[in-house]
């Protein structure tokens, strides 16, 4: 039986956030810091000794930004916080372990015969990243790896906070994550960037996070709806101001009312990579901010998780929506704000 | 985790059997089971490599599209879905490899083409492993969730259960849940270069099993909170664990595969002497036989039902292994048979059992599914032949 009216793809129960973290391609985590595409990707060791106060030698740069970036996030709150709790990781990404996968295939296909290795076989596997994390974090039960692309944090903390709506698990930790490789022809490529369907800007990675649940009142903020739309919009619709602002404004009434102290927030539209042309004095005439976050972390393709986790951080009593679409024209809002 | 009335309204597979879920079916029933063998299509490149591929005659990018495409038409006709039923329903992805085929049979494809000069490295031009679930988004005008998990041997084993945690709770109308793994020069070498491939033949469960081999499918399982007239599958529950104890194994003690099969039973209120047969995952490794086996012992003990894999005559399909042997045999219960366990010819000690060797009725009543992969992930689930 068809039915026209379901109300899929939409959640807006609060979701209150406990802590976030984000590191971008300068590697400083919870720091904006000047990079250049053309010097990627740094050597992760510093920022591993910093987080994990140990090296992880056996482990490829991906696994490495997942677990420093996840770690990062728990700092707050330290790993004894999780214990006793059930807790679900969501690791999301666009790419996976493109850099452990490449010198690997590269090995296969090799004149002559090359001689795979078996420990970047291993480390390549798309889920391999989230074992070590819930190993770290010694979580069992939910351990779940998420990729759809540019869509693939909003998509993974739309299953997190269905799963802690259910009641099955207490705490999400959920993260987006995805390395720069190269070439930057290539990378790309890879991210399927035109330009007619995103913004001229660098190449980049990261690795940032939330941690959500019930905090016994120690929340930062919430994340009030993960909204996907309906149709599919060509890429000259993709950066439509009147049309984001009007799905906003909705989503803002649905998890507001008129006279709440909520709407008397300062309001954010942080656009994605998809958006083109952001019209500054369009947004500003109708009372909202933009908090700009590409310059900081650039073009990849969880780039949604390093703008939300930074601007719940950074930016105290505000109302944040995080726009982005998929290059097919599925569109994608977040609705945040912080205490 | 799931204990609500989930359906499974379609489904459809092509493998190494036959180019629909029936087929596959009839041939396994039949004991029309060609050994595995060196893989014929044009992107391999190492001719050791003994391998259950699906038999076509074109480049191997299109047949991996047309085994996809022969999955979901195959699904969608048997659920009876209209254009815009497809179009509300959401879409689950398990794939290991998405379309990484396009990688190496480009690549491939060049260094014939011009064999007098020295190749480039191979380049990875493939959007990751989302891009399945955006095709078929595309091609049917999906309006639901894509949702993609890569989660190497459980990918759609675990899009399985999430589809009916999300279905029971209202947050999708219909899931079309998808298993595709085409077969991949770089999987192949993966696995021998873990030593984990058995060169000769997979035997799941025998004493003499030296390891795996990879079997290349394309499934689709569609499950539904509504019942249709003609639909007689109820998917009764699931549960998927991470077990964080070892990388490569779910522990060869069994207590982990125990306690996730427990776990599925006590959520469905099905009690253990109610299982009609096991459909096991059963690689033909020694570490994941050893895990599975002990565990499966030791909760059923000497009741243990039937237990089947279905690796050594469809071979490890990796992320499409959940949908695509539901979907295998799911089409054998309707056919009425459970057919036995391929590649078995001698006791392992450490198990004490044999898998199934001659092929079983499928009366109504409770089959146990069960999948253990790479980073410690679990999954479990039964459905019911009402």
Known sequence: MSTKNNNQKKLNTSIPVIATSYIGPALTPNRDAIWEEGKLPLNTDGLVNEIMGQPMRRAGRFIKMVCCGGLACLQKVSLDYLKG?????????????????????????????????????????????????????????????????????ESALWLAQSYLESGEIELALVGGCDIFTPTIEEYRERVNLTPDNSRLMPMGEGSSWLLLGNGDGEKIGDILAVDFGDKLIPPEEFSASENILSQSEKLLSASFSKDSAG????????????????????????????????????????????GIARALREKPSAIFVHYNCHASGKQAFVVASTK | ??????????????????????????????????????????????????????????????????????????????????????????????????????????FTEAVRKNPDKESPAISCRNRG?????????????????????SMACVSSSHALVVAADLLKRKKIRRAIVVGFEPLLNMTLHGFASLLLFDYDQCRPFCATRAGMQIGEAAAVVILDAEKSSSTKYKFAGGYQYNDIKSMTSAGIDGVTVSEVVQKTLTSTRVSADDIVAI???????????????????????????????????????????????????LSCCEEEAIPRSFGFTQIDPELGFAPSQINT?????????????FGGTCTSYLIIKE
Not at chain 1, 284 to 303: A, E, N, Q, R, V
Not at chain 2, 129 to 149: H, S
Not at chain 2, 361 to 373: I, K, N, Q, V
Request: glycine share 12%; hydrophobic share 40%; net charge neutral.
């Open chain 2, 361 to 373: 009725p499928a009366p109504s009543g409770a089959y146990l599914f069960t999948y253990f992969g």
């Open chain 1, 85 to 153: 709790k059930k807790t679900g990781i969501f690791l999301a990404t666009g790419l996976g372990n493109v850099d452990e996968i490449m010198p690997f295939i590269t090995q296969v296909f090799k004149h002559g015969g090359g001689f795979p290795s078996p420990n970047q076989f291993a480390n390549s596997v798309s889920n391999a990243a989230a074992f070590v994390l819930a190993r770290i974090c010694e979580v069992t039960g939910t351990v779940l790896t998420i990729s759809q692309e540019e869509l693939s944090f």
């Open chain 1, 263 to 306: 709407q008397k927030k300062i309001r954010f539209l942080l656009p994605g990579f998809r958006v083109n042309k952001i019209e500054t004095d369009f947004w500003k005439l109708k009372g909202w901010k933009i908090d700009d976050y590409l310059p900081f972390c650039g073009i990849h393709s969880t780039s949604p998780a390093f």
């Open chain 2, 279 to 329: 459909k096991a995952h059963g690689t033909g490794t020694r570490d994941n036989d050893l895990s599975e086996g002990r565990g499966l012992v030791k909760l059923f003990g000497e009741k243990l039902p039937p237990v089947v894999s279905l690796k050594g005559a469809i071979g490890h399909t990796l992320g499409a292994a959940g949908a695509v042997e539901t979907a295998v045999w």
């Open chain 2, 1 to 106: 985790m799931t204990n609500g009335d989930i359906y499974v309204c379609g489904w459809g597979a092509v493998t190494s059997l036959g180019w629909s879920a029936p087929d596959s079916a009839r041939n396994l029933i039949a004991g029309n089971v060609p050994p595995a063998a060196v893989g014929v299509s044009s992107h391999l490149i190492n001719r050791e490599y003994k391998a259950f591929e699906v038999s076509y005659s074109g480049n191997p990018l299109d047949k991996s599209m047309a085994m996809l495409e022969s999955a979901l038409a195959e699904a969608f006709l048997r659920a009876e879905l209209s254009v815009e039923e497809i179009a509300e329903s959401s879409v689950l992805v398990g794939t290991t490899g998405g379309l990484f085929i396009r990688n190496e049979y480009e």
């Open chain 2, 129 to 149: 492993p989302g891009e399945v679930a955006d095709l078929i988004v595309n091609k049917y005008g999906i309006r639901g969730m894509a949702l993609t998990f």
